[in-house]
T-cell receptor, first 115, second 110 residues
Framework: DTGVSQNPRHKITKRGQNVTFRCDPI?????LYWYRQTLGQGPEFLTY????????KSRLLSDRFSAERPKGSFSTLEIQRTEQGDSAMYLC?????????????FGSGTRLTVV | GQQVMQIPQYQHVQEGEDFTTYCNSS?????IQWYKQRPGGHPVFLIQ?????EVKKQKRLTFQFGEAKKNSSLHITATQTTDVGTYFC??????????FGKGTTLSVSS
């Protein structure tokens, strides 16, 4: 257990369906990041929050993707009208603001398969 | 945008041999972080380098940040089967999210 909890661990969905993933961060970590990882690639940045504010969003991110962190605690990532190319591992990572020399703590991820 | 390039993409060694992976950037980095991802696992933070020319060691792992802060390396001495995995470097500008390299996947045969 990394301290960052992601649910579900696996999701299989049909193309065109909407899916939502949840991330529960380490409570002291006010920064929360979403990444996507496909086989043989490094984590690809999607978006990040500081408390409830969404501070950065990848320019490559389709408008079918939306993320929220309503109370600055857990976060959700929704993908609308899923496509086969959305199949990937979706990783959440958290970090405490102001702590230098401190890396990101990743959750175990949600593996999405779009069929 | 900022990018970090890693080489090699794959490396296979015999147990006991040394291993090195390199991370390069075309721009000066404020810091660089290294992560390890075991097969089927998630990235785990190893270390952060901040200073020009910095060298840090963790047991058999040696991390180095270049003098120009545009490159970094991770060297493993006398690899063991437990070192198997993918090693990523990552960097960011202040206030932005980490950008990861594509990683170097290490396999070790005993």
């Amino acid at each position: 257990d990394t301290g960052v909890s992601q649910n579900p661990r696996h999701k299989i969905t049909k193309r065109g369906q909407n899916v939502t993933f949840r991330c529960d961060p380490i409570s002291e970590h006010n920064r929360l990041y979403w990444y996507r990882q496909t086989l043989g690639q490094g984590p690809e940045f999607l978006t990040y929050f500081q408390n409830e504010a969404q501070l950065e969003k990848s320019r490559l991110l389709s408008d079918r993707f939306s993320a929220e962190r309503p109370k600055g605690s857990f976060s959700t990532l929704e993908i609308q009208r899923t496509e086969q190319g959305d199949s990937a591992m979706y990783l959440c990572a958290t970090h405490p603001e102001g702590y230098t020399n401190y890396g990101y703590t990743f959750g175990s991820g949600t593996r999405l398969t779009v069929v | 945008g900022q990018q970090v390039m890693q080489i090699p993409q794959y490396q296979h060694v015999q147990e006991g041999e040394d291993f090195t992976t390199y991370c390069n950037s075309s721009t000066t980095l404020s810091n660089i972080q290294w992560y390890k991802q075991r097969p089927g696992g998630h990235p785990v933070f190893l270390i952060q380098l901040v200073k020009s020319g910095e060298v840090k060691k963790q047991k058999r792992l040696t991390f180095q940040f270049g003098e120009a802060k545009k490159n970094s390396s991770l060297h493993i001495t006398a690899t063991q089967t437990t070192d198997v995995g993918t090693y990523f470097c990552a960097a960011n500008q202040a206030g932005t999210a980490l950008i990861f390299g594509k990683g170097t996947t290490l396999s070790v045969s005993s």
